[in-house]
Structure formats: C-alpha cells, structure tokens
C-alpha cells in the first residue's frame, strides 16, 4: 500500500513559483513511477508532469513544457513539482499519483492518489 500526502500549494501571483512535494509512507515507493495531475472544477484530471522510478525518464505535458520540473528523491521517499513562471490558467486542484510504467501514467493508469494540494494564481 501507498499512500500519497500532497503540500507546498498556496497563493501566488502569475510569474512566481511554487515547489508541490509529494510524499509517502509506502516501503515501495522507489518502485512506482509517479505523476502530477491538476483539476478544475467540472473538468477531469489533466495530466502535468510524470517521472520514472529511477529518475532517469520524465514527460510533460505541453502546457507546462518549461516552466515545470518533477524530480524525486527516493531516499526521502519524495517527489517535487517545481513550479516557475506560473500562469492564472495554472490554477487548480494538484494531486500526485503513483503507479508501474512512467509512460502510461500521462493516460490515468495509476494505483494510488493523493488527496490533493490547491494553486492559485493570481493575475
């Protein structure tokens, strides 16, 4: 089992940054790749950002090409979501999620979510 603990959300103005954390308490964590999704009301989960169990391989979606970087640190059983030169449209519920294969995550193939952590970007 694992489970998925979101932070570092809050209230930004656009052009500034914000680093996500996700965190578990899961033994298997180094085995899972995992992703970042974002949600707005009435809409389904967007893929944002996704990275391999090893680090080695990660994908963005095109939105956030350039101004997001995911990153791990297996040690501490932690992903980030380095978040720069963020935008109004940016705006949303983001929620990591965890799950086998890095390239299936971008389609929701995963096992576990999170609850979730809210961005707002101010104009």
Same mark, same amino acid.
């Given at each position: 089992?694992? @489970?998925?603990?979101?932070?570092?959300?809050?209230?930004? @103005? #656009? /052009?500034?940054?914000?680093?996500?954390?996700?965190? %578990?308490? &899961?033994? %298997?964590?180094?085995?899972?790749?995992?992703?970042?999704?974002? @949600?707005?009301?009435?809409?389904?989960?967007?893929?944002?950002?996704?990275?391999?169990?090893? &680090? /080695?391989? *990660?994908?963005?979606?095109?939105?956030?090409?350039?101004?997001? !970087?995911?990153?791990?640190?297996? #040690?501490?059983? !932690?992903?980030?979501?380095?978040?720069?030169?963020?935008? $109004?449209?940016? !705006?949303?519920?983001?929620?990591?999620?965890?799950? $086998?294969?890095?390239?299936?995550? $971008? %389609?929701?193939?995963?096992?576990?979510? /999170?609850? /979730? *952590? @809210?961005? !707002?970007?101010?104009?």
């Amino acid at each position: 089992q694992v @489970q998925l603990v979101e932070s570092g959300g809050g209230l930004v @103005q #656009a /052009g500034g940054s914000l680093r996500l954390s996700c965190a %578990t308490s &899961g033994r %298997t964590f180094s085995r899972y790749a995992v992703g970042w999704f974002r @949600q707005t009301p009435g809409k389904d989960h967007e893929f944002v950002a996704a990275i391999s169990w090893s &680090g /080695g391989s *990660t994908d963005y979606a095109d939105s956030v090409k350039g101004r997001f !970087t995911i990153s791990r640190d297996n #040690a501490k059983n !932690t992903v980030y979501l380095q978040m720069n030169s963020l935008k $109004p449209e940016d !705006t949303a519920i983001y929620s990591c999620a965890a799950g $086998p294969r890095v390239n299936t995550i $971008p %389609t929701g193939r995963v096992d576990y979510w /999170g609850q /979730g *952590t @809210q961005v !707002t970007v101010s104009s």
